[in-house]
């Protein structure tokens, strides 16, 4: 049962890196629930991150799909000299597991380390960090409910949008 | 001595109406290296908020120009800006950001400090052989020789030969005020600090703050969600403080906002907003107005977009931020940056305003990183050229005049020079008090 859970959460979470690094943002969309909670925390200090998104200071902290939406839209725009050459991206996620799980959900952990090309500038990067899932089943099969992206390295050179981490 | 003279570098001919800046002021490695020196190591520069060291012993650390500092409250509760290099070989004492100590002892030999600077323990001084000179030294943590604090912000000049800190600020005071002033017990950072670079210099930063002319061009895609969240009204997105106003609107009528300058480089860049439920601060805007009169409560709801030469920023406009530019060279500068709030706001405008904030404000949001774009595009640009003046302060200069108008009477503000803004005005001519104070600074260093 164990075993059969960590090929699915593996599959989706290769799934969902596959689509961020070829720009396939609909389908990327289409993983998360309509009321999914997108969060990246900010760093308290050194060793802390930030643990209530009312009260602290987060790198980005969304409750519901169409605040995903209108990241895409803006990527999309055409008007939005940041997005206008699309960076080259490559998300790597390792080290999976099923940290908990019930008969229609699981909570998943992995890391990953996005390399990223910034071809307008010249410029190379990597982001890394700790990605935290929990996952529904639904009856289009296994979907993000809450997404927590840990970033060790938050110093951002520029720019960081959904596609770099 | 620099091969460059003043008159090279910025062509400031007020009788000729004419301002020009030469690009090599944001491209030359050398100018940049005596900027550091003359403009961040020579005077007045923000050093942090008194709330990042709150408590006895609390204290938190970080640079002048290239020179590691330690802010440290003393036991007795009094701040101190000293050093962060300990005077036996030169190591940082205090590694971390912030924290508490009573006593900071050095990594390397351990001499000991406590939290108003003071040694108090030199390691096995007793059998050193020191000869009589040594004794004669301070073995103390350097002060920074001058430090001061206004309502909470806080200044530092490592050098002596400045005006003091209130003469610095002048009239610029009223406008901390109105930040202070949101809340009886004052302003707050709230937790978790942001941080980014760009690769560009550290005046386009300076600039862009007070520049309303590349809003609506640099930010389209930005507006366009918006107007959309305007139109949709979803509970679950938050909605903007500027979907309400009309200052930044090209068809906007009348008056929408403008620019004022003050004295040591000094300016604000401001817009008309209504006193509405867009901004977190409206749940005490009654309660506001009864202790502060009606125009300075007004004048807190407007946009305002604040910088005290050379390196503080405080924009309230989508929310509100303090930013702290620090330059690394002349084609890198890192801004650090935090969400300032008034203290004791409810569980729900604070919320919002910290919506707010991440979506516009932070380098993982839908604006800033089309701002810090941008500035790397216009490095690009600041090669040196045949034709090396830049274009980009010359607007509103026609309608600047000395003094300020009725909105600035209106809280007793008082400023060197002002322009009044219709919608496309956009003023530029701000940008002369910065350049006016870096001629200040830099006298010394250039001919």
């Known amino acids: 049962m164990t075993h059969d859970m960590l090929r699915d959460a593996e599959a989706l979470l290769y799934r969902e890196a596959s689509l961020l690094d070829h720009g396939d943002y609909d389908a990327w969309l289409d993983l998360f629930t309509p009321d999914v909670v997108f969060w990246m925390p900010a760093w308290r200090n050194e060793v802390e991150q930030t643990q209530d998104p009312d009260r602290e200071l987060s790198l980005i902290y969304y409750q519901g799909h169409s605040n995903l939406e209108d990241r895409i839209r803006r990527i999309r725009s055409g008007l939005s000299v940041a997005s206008k050459v699309p960076l080259r991206v490559v998300h790597a996620v390792s080290n999976v597991m099923v940290t908990a799980q019930t008969s229609d959900g699981a909570s998943v952990s992995s890391c990953f380390t996005v390399h990223l090309v910034d071809v307008r500038a010249g410029r190379t990067h990597v982001f890394f960090g700790r990605y935290e899932h929990e996952l529904v089943k639904t009856e289009k099969g296994w979907r993000i409910a809450r997404k927590v992206v840990r970033l060790l390295n938050d110093v951002v050179p520029t720019l960081l949008d959904v596609y770099s981490i | ?447």
């Not at chain 2, 005490?284 to 050379?310: Q, Y």
């Not at chain 2, 509100?320 to 709030?341: D, F, G, K, Y």
């Open chain 2, 1 to 447: 001595m620099s091969a460059y003279r003043i008159s090279d570098l910025i062509d400031d001919r007020p009788e000729n109406g004419v301002f020009r800046i030469n690009r090599a002021l944001f491209s030359d490695p050398d100018l940049f290296e005596l900027e550091l020196s003359h403009i961040f190591e020579g005077g007045w520069v923000f050093v942090g908020m008194a709330c990042q060291a709150e408590n006895p012993h609390d204290f938190f650390t970080g640079f002048i120009g290239r020179v590691p500092i330690l802010i440290s409250r003393s036991g007795e509760g009094t701040l101190g800006g000293f050093i962060n290099a300990c005077p036996h070989k030169g190591a940082r004492i205090a590694q971390q950001l912030s924290g508490n100590a009573r006593l900071h002892v050095c990594p390397y030999h351990s001499w000991t400090f406590d939290s108003a600077g003071a040694n108090r323990n030199i390691k096995w001084k007793n059998g050193g052989c020191y000869a009589a000179g040594f004794d004669r030294d301070n073995h103390d943590l350097a002060r920074i020789p001058r430090f001061g604090e206004y309502r909470g912000f806080l200044f530092a000049s490592l050098n002596n030969d400045v005006p003091s800190l209130e003469d610095h600020l002048g009239e610029a005071r009223k406008l901390i005020d109105l930040v202070v002033d949101q809340s009886t017990e004052g302003s707050e950072l709230v937790p978790g600090a942001v941080r980014f670079t760009y690769a560009a210099n550290w005046k386009m930063q300076l600039e862009n703050c007070s520049d309303q002319y590349h809003f609506t061009s640099t930010h389209p895609s930005y507006l366009r969600i918006l107007n959309a969240r305007a139109q949709e009204q979803k509970d679950e997105v938050v909605q903007s403080t500027l979907g309400g106003s009309d200052f930044w609107k090209e068809d906007a009528e009348g008056p929408t906002g403008g620019t004022y300058s003050f004295a040591n480089g000094h300016v604000l860049n401001w817009g008309l907003m209504a006193v509405t439920p867009a901004l977190p601060l409206f749940e005490r805007a009654d309660a506001i107005a009864e202790r502060v009169g009606t125009a300075r409560r007004n004048w807190m709801f407007n946009m305002r977009n604040l910088t005290i030469f050379p390196n503080l920023q405080i924009a309230e406009n989508a929310s509100s931020q303090l930013r702290v530019i620090r330059p690394v060279a002349h084609n890198l500068t890192e801004m650090q940056t935090w969400c300032i709030a008034p203290r004791g706001e409810s569980a729900e405008a604070r919320r919002m305003r910290i919506r707010q904030y991440e979506d516009f404000f932070n380098p993982t949001g839908m604006a800033t990183p089309d701002d810090t774009v941008v500035y790397e595009e216009c490095q690009a640009g600041m090669a040196r050229q045949e034709r090396p003046w830049l274009q980009g302060h010359a607007r509103g200069l026609a309608a600047s005049v000395e003094g300020g108008n009725a909105y600035s009477d209106s809280i007793g503000l008082f400023p060197q020079r002002s322009v009044l803004g219709q919608a496309q005005t956009c003023d530029e001519s701000l940008f002369h008090s910065y350049y006016r104070a870096w001629v200040g600074r830099m006298r010394g260093a250039l001919a």
